[in-house]
């Protein structure tokens, strides 16, 4: 590339004046006035940091995609490079054949890239076969064999796309018809399970019915084999006397029929034998989605609700006095989101390419209602002509702020990202089409077709890299604040209010310099053609210290005339090194894409104003404390004064010492109150009669000696019921014969009760 | 799956059964006997734990202890001599939902049983299995068990056991994949069913000793430790056996073990006396076999059918086609 380093001046001090005059002007008017400006129309300019992506084709990078045929939604998107990579570690070991080996197969992905690049559609398995037989036409035997090794080694396969218009909505349906999948599997299997042991309640009642014990029924139960030796009149008649005759009640039988029908026709899943065809849950338009959601309601509510009764019937604990009236009262209110969730849910595609966004009022419907959906909002332009003209830049205030408003619905998962991004942030898209709520993805796709020779995947980066379209996930599912929930990290350098990136080239002198650029919204803009007319170039001979670099520019903002201008630094179609500079309402529209970037950094936590306040004010606060201290050992520094108070005087006890010192001994009067007492348990008194009944082992000795006087209590352990029931001798034989010695016979009642004093003497023992 | 209106209706009229809809027929047991304790403790779990009894089943042997499904009324399997687990094992695996128990006594699960219990241990499937053991054929009129003391005269060691008793904890332990063992006593009700409590919540094989009195054939086995409290070793832990300030105050002989740790579990399980009491080991991570073996696949009649010719296949000859063309068919 042909340079000419930034700084070098010409001394011509006069003309110099008039030509500055003529940047100047055209900076604050946006008219190219004068004849030392250049129009860049027609040169095909881009920004300088673009310099080295002039082909995509010859580039290893993560386009194109392969969206896999897999078993697991993590793995269904894979980048032709990584899967590249991975085969090569398993067929190229280090070595000479090994590098022969990685030539190859890196020559074969190049090819492939190629193909995509020209429109070349189809599985990876067949643009593999494309490739290798083009390359094998202009190849060596030994390449045949390396690639041949290699494809029976490749275990992925499936559609490749590159970055292109439908890329994202492509991608999105591909990875929610995986969660999808995963996510029905078990509500699929559910109502196949209800459906199974509902047939069979019914198959139980019939095989004990008449119908069901014919002699008819019973020869076609038997097989053939021995059908001849059996008497099937006299089994029927046999069974029918012989079996009780329970039918199933009228009632159950037909709630029971209800809610098999029900099951068997619903239409959410695809169900084993099913007659009916599944409904769709993928739309372009919110209205479409809500139309269908709306007409759906009623058909989940009767599923959730024949799958409750079939439940309740196949446990047996369907009680009609119960539970008819709540069924019969059963409605969408009865439902919770969780039910909700549980159905596959909506999947909306919208292409906001050119024109006004005439679905918003219904993707705002949509995302505040309760319906589990997922809409991918597709911008193609985010730098489209503003519906009304009043010289200002319309850019990202329409369509492309979608995502933002979306996060003030508070429990949207919300994605923004620029597809040349999405396969860097497939993570979060799963996350997000397995959040059980509603999500919104947003995606600059940059194929607006106006960003002449730069291909989407340049302008869709483009537009990450000068902030005009950042990367940021909302998740409501990550925690409670904001710093778990919004991440800004997928953005480049997101401290920085532009990212910056090492620019080399050659000067003149054909040495090599380096600098630091950054992208800015204006390098965006500069890619647009429709926008040239804010640019103008300026001859090298002009490159003075006038001109400064656009990011120094937005750094402060400048009142009155200017004394220098902008200028970005951008390559032609021969990398030849160009200085353009930008008007004013250009560079106002890059201010206005930096505030709102630093309005994302607040929510990001970087440079949070309120966590930078009470930062200051603490700092402050433990400044003055600070000072306060070093002025307190200042003071005791110093010698005592005859002023002080002689050392050997007792001072007042500061305030925290008296209040820590320990206290007086209490006095009398000051006793402390007495500690209210455990309540008090009764323990029996000896000569009472009682029974430990925790530890009663249920032996039934006491039970089966008198079951008047010994009963057992709700644990089934024994108590005295009635100690009038039974004699003292009885208690004593209790206490004899308890296994574990928890009877206590106490003194006797009757004192006049024969053999009192050889009692007495045997109940010694348990007293 | 959970469907939020199923959890209400279901929990609208929750099954509520008093201890004494448990009850089956009248124990006949001796009296005195410590099955009684087990079955007591048992009803009150049952009736705790709001077990429906239709979803719940008993499982036993031959024995005295194996007449303990006759006196719940819950489903029950009075099975043969020493394969109580081969039939719960077959009950957890075709009917997942219910609650499944196996009771056996010290001859039926150790000696004639022996092989099954070591490889339900290994098993590890979701079932408590109560051993009841007295130290003695009880039904057979005295006849020396595996655990029966060395000494011990019977009617078939009239001149007294010759071998060392078996330790049941001891070999439980040492199989691979055991997740819990506990013991009790049948003279502490409160620690069985505080014990039961916790082999009933274990997800996994539930192995409880609970050593009991044969107040007819062994009446005085047992005197020393149930007068004794101090010959009563009490392993405490949170995540074990909490003592009640009650049973606090009698036993004082307290030891604290967590039952994470299987060679201490080891070691206490050796010490017969004083009898340590408590959760020696429990272990939840233990995976299940009847979760392992779990197929995906719903067994319909049609399954099962296909299933059964695909087998039966393999022995027939069909002369014009094979089964793979007839499957593809």
């Known amino acids: ?767 | 799956m959970t469907i939020h209106a199923t959890e209400c209706v279901m929990r609208m009229h929750d099954d509520h059964h008093d201890l004494e809809e448990y009850q089956g027929s009248i124990p006949r047991w001796c009296s005195g006997c410590g099955d009684n304790a087990i079955l007591a403790a048992m009803q009150k779990l049952c009736r705790n734990e709001k077990l429906r009894p239709e979803k719940t089943v008993f499982v036993s042997g031959i024995g005295c202890s194996s007449r303990f499904p006759h006196y719940m009324k819950t489903y029950g399997f009075h099975g043969i001599h020493g394969r109580a687990l081969p039939v719960a094992e077959g009950i957890k695996l075709t009917r997942p939902d219910l609650h499944v128990f196996v009771n056996t006594g010290d001859g039926d699960c150790c000696s004639i049983g022996a092989a099954h219990w070591i490889h339900a241990v290994r098993y590890n499937m979701n079932m408590t299995l109560m051993l009841h053991d007295n130290h003695v054929y009880g039904l057979t009129k005295k006849q020396a068990s595996p655990t029966s003391p060395k000494g011990l005269r019977s009617n078939t060691t009239p001149r007294g056991a010759y071998l060392d008793p078996l330790n049941p904890l001891t070999i439980t332990l040492g199989v691979q994949n055991v997740s819990f063992v506990a013991q009790a006593v049948d003279w502490i009700p409160e620690v069985v069913y505080d014990i039961l409590e916790k082999a009933f919540h274990h997800k996994g094989f539930s192995f409880v000793r609970i050593i009991q009195r044969c107040p007819e054939f062994l009446p005085d086995m047992f005197d020393a430790w149930l007068h004794d409290p101090l010959r009563t070793l009490m392993l405490t832990h949170e995540k074990g056996l909490h003592l009640s300030p009650g049973l606090t105050k009698v036993y004082k002989n307290q030891k604290e073990h967590d039952p994470l740790n299987i060679d201490r579990a080891r070691e206490l399980a050796s010490i017969t006396d004083p009898i340590p009491v408590g959760i020696l080991y429990h272990n939840p991570e233990v995976p299940r076999y009847e979760e392992t073996r779990l197929s995906p696949h719903l067994r319909t009649p049609e399954y099962i059918q296909a299933g059964l010719e695909s087998e039966l296949d393999k022995f027939t000859v069909w002369p014009d086609e094979g089964p793979a063309a007839r499957a593809a068919a």
Not at chain 1, 527 to 545: E, F, I, Q, S, T
Not at chain 1, 592 to 608: A, S, T
Not at chain 1, 665 to 687: C, F, N
Not at chain 1, 721 to 745: F, M, W
């Open chain 1, 1 to 767: 590339m042909k340079g000419q380093p930034h700084g070098r001046l010409r001394k011509e001090r006069v003309t110099m004046d008039i030509k500055l005059q003529e940047h100047v002007a055209f900076h604050l008017t946006g008219k190219r006035v004068g004849v030392t400006l250049e129009a860049p129309e027609g040169l095909g300019l881009r920004p300088a940091l673009l310099a080295p992506y002039k082909d995509l084709t010859t580039l290893r990078y993560d386009f194109p995609l392969v969206l896999a045929k897999t078993d697991a939604a993590a793995d269904c998107v894979h980048s032709l490079s990584a899967v590249i990579d991975n085969l090569l570690q398993e067929v190229a070991p280090r070595g000479l054949d090994g590098e022969r080996t990685r030539r190859h197969v890196l020559g074969l992905e190049r090819e492939i890239r190629g193909l995509v690049a020209e429109g070349a559609k189809g599985p990876l398995s067949d643009l593999w076969e494309t490739a290798s037989k083009l390359l094998a036409a202009k190849g060596s035997k030994e390449l045949t064999a390396s690639l041949a090794r290699a494809r029976a080694a490749l275990k992925v396969d499936g559609a490749v796309i590159g970055c292109e218009p439908d890329t994202p909505a492509r991608l999105l349906t591909h990875a929610w018809q995986f969660v999808q999948q995963t996510k029905t599997r078990a509500f699929k299997a559910e109502i196949e399970r209800l459906i199974m042991k509902l047939t069979e309640v019914l198959r139980a009642d019939f095989v004990r019915s008449d119908a069901g014990r014919s002699a008819e029924q019973l020869r076609a139960s038997f097989g053939t084999t021995h059908a001849d030796d059996f008497d099937f009149e006299a089994l029927s008649r046999m069974l029918s006397e012989a079996a009780p005759k329970t039918a199933l009640p009228e009632g159950r039988r037909q709630r029971i029929e209800a809610a098999l029908e029900v099951l068997r026709s619903q239409r959410f899943f695809e169900a084993r034998g099913g007659t009916e065809t599944p409904h769709s849950f993928v739309f372009d338009s919110c209205a479409a989605a809500l139309y269908a959601y709306r007409r759906q309601l009623p058909e989940m509510v009767e599923l959730i609700k024949a799958v409750t009764i079939a439940e309740l019937e196949i446990e047996g604990r369907y009680i009609d006095s119960h539970h008819h009236v709540y069924f019969e009262e059963f409605d969408a209110n009865s439902l919770r989101p969780q039910d909700l969730n549980l159905f596959p849910g909506y999947l909306v595609c919208i292409r906001a390419a050119g024109g006004p966004m005439g679905d918003n009022a219904g993707l705002m419907e949509v995302l505040s209602l309760g319906l589990p959906v997922k809409v991918l909002v597709q911008i193609d332009d985010i730098l489209e002509e503003p519906s009304v003209s009043d010289g200002h830049f319309a850019f990202n205030a329409r369509s492309a702020r979608l995502a933002s408003m979306a996060i003030g619905l508070n429990e949207v998962y919300v994605m923004q990202s620029s597809s040349s991004n999405l396969y860097q942030l497939r993570d979060r898209i799963l996350k997000g089409l397995q959040y059980p709520g509603r999500a919104l993805f947003s995606v600059f796709t940059g194929a607006s077709g106006r960003s002449a020779g730069l291909p989407p995947y340049l302008v869709a980066a483009a537009a990450m890299q000068a902030r005009a379209f950042p990367a940021f996930t909302y998740d409501p599912s990550a925690g409670a604040d904001w710093a778990s929930r919004f991440t800004l990290e997928d953005n480049p350098q997101p401290e920085l209010d532009w990212p910056v990136a090492n620019f080399a080239y050659e000067d003149e002198a054909r040495q090599k310099v380096s600098e630091d650029v950054a992208f800015t919204f204006v390098d965006f803009v500069a890619c647009d053609p429709r926008y040239a007319k804010h640019l103008a170039g300026v001859p090298r001979a002009l490159w003075n210290g006038s001109l400064v670099p656009v990011k120094e520019s937005l750094g402060h903002d400048v009142n009155g005339f200017p004394e220098k201008v902008p200028y970005l630094m951008m390559v032609d179609r021969n990398e030849a090194l160009h200085r353009v500079i930008v008007d004013d309402k250009l560079i106002l529209a890059a201010q206005r894409c930096r505030d709102m970037w630093h309005g994302l950094q607040e929510l990001g936590g970087i440079r949070n104003s309120y966590a930078e306040r009470m930062l200051a004010r603490e700092r402050q606060a433990w400044e003055v404390e600070k000072q306060r201290e070093i002025e307190a050992v200042r003071r005791e520094a110093r010698p005592a004064t005859p002023a002080m108070a002689p050392v050997a005087a007792p001072s007042p006890a500061p305030a925290v010492a008296a209040s820590t010192a320990p206290s007086p001994a209490p006095t009398a009067s000051a006793q402390p109150a007495p500690q209210p007492s455990a309540p008090a348990v009764e323990e029996p008194k000896s000569d009472e009669a009682s029974i430990e009944t925790p530890r009663c082992t249920t032996c039934n000795e006491c039970t089966l000696l008198n079951d008047r006087m010994f009963a057992y209590d709700e644990n089934k352990q024994a108590y005295i019921k009635d100690i009038t029931a039974g004699t003292y001798r009885q208690l004593v034989e209790a206490a004899e014969s308890c296994q574990v010695s928890i009877i206590h016979p106490g003194k006797p009642r009757d004192l006049k009760e024969p053999g009192l004093e050889d009692l007495l003497k045997r109940a010694e023992p348990f007293l």
